[in-house]
């Protein structure tokens, strides 16, 4: 099984700044199963990005992803308020899924 | 879009089994149904999927043999049902679509489960 693993576990920001969130893998991700998500209190996840860099439908593009191998990067350019929340990235392989352990991303 | 809506919450005994629907709305399910749960406080922890038509499901290796997720063909409903549940099963239990994307589109509005004695 492939371990994802995220940091840093806490990111306080203030809106206007630029948010780097990481995604390590324990073994190679295709780009193409890599994914990830936006969270907020109550509600259900959301997805933003899939095939590491594709905006989800209504996606604002402030929200980009990168990254290949096993580093995966999910980057905010200028936070909005509704931006703070619970980010997630998510693999796909040997016909498994699995999620990160998240990233809360809180205003300072 | 559509949506994914699932049955209300349930209180369970430890031992006991639960039964959680998911029904699509306004969309089609052609590739798989998954099942993520969040413990409170935790995050996402994908426990399976199943095919669009109700065959070919898979888990992991933590839910062998207490999972099951199936599919109502006369109803189009999908089911997902868990046994022997013990405290550390009390978690919001998520349907989502899955896509030939390998991502996770739809979501469900997640139904709680509570086990206690």
């Known amino acids: 099984e492939i371990v994802l693993t995220q940091s840093p576990g806490t990111l306080s920001l203030s809106p206007g700044e630029r948010a780097t969130l990481s995604c390590r893998a324990s073994?190679?991700?295709?780009?193409?199963?890599l994914a990830w998500y936006q969270q907020k209190p109550g509600h259900a996840p959301r997805l933003l990005i899939y095939?590491?860099?594709n905006r989800a439908t209504g996606i604002p593009d402030r929200f980009s992803g990168s990254g290949s191998g096993t580093d995966f990067t999910l980057t905010i350019s200028r936070l909005e308020p509704e931006d703070f929340a619970v980010y997630y990235c998510?693999?796909?392989?040997?016909?498994?899924?699995?999620f990160g352990q998240g990233t809360q991303l809180e205003i300072k | 879009q559509g949506q994914l809506v699932q049955s209300g919450p349930e209180v369970k005994k430890p031992g006991a089994s639960v039964k959680v629907s998911c029904k699509a709305s306004?969309?089609?399910?052609?590739?798989?149904m998954h099942w993520v749960r969040q413990a409170p406080g935790h995050g996402l922890e994908w426990m399976g999927r199943?095919?669009?038509?109700?065959?070919?499901?898979s888990s992991t290796q933590k839910f062998h043999g207490r999972v099951s997720m199936v599919r109502d063909p006369s109803t189009g409903t999908f089911y997902m049902y868990l046994n022997s549940l013990r405290s550390e099963d009390t978690a919001v239990y998520y349907c989502?679509?899955?896509?030939?994307?390998?991502?996770?589109?739809?979501w469900g509005q997640g139904t709680m489960v509570i086990v206690s004695s």
């Open positions: 306004g969309t089609a399910i052609t590739n798989s």
């Open positions: 199943v095919g669009a038509s109700g065959g070919s499901s």
């Open positions: 998510q693999q796909y392989g040997n016909s498994l899924y699995s």
């Open positions: 095939g590491a860099s």
């Open positions: 073994q190679t991700v295709d780009r193409s199963n």
């Open positions: 989502a679509r899955g896509t030939d994307l390998r991502a996770l589109d739809i």
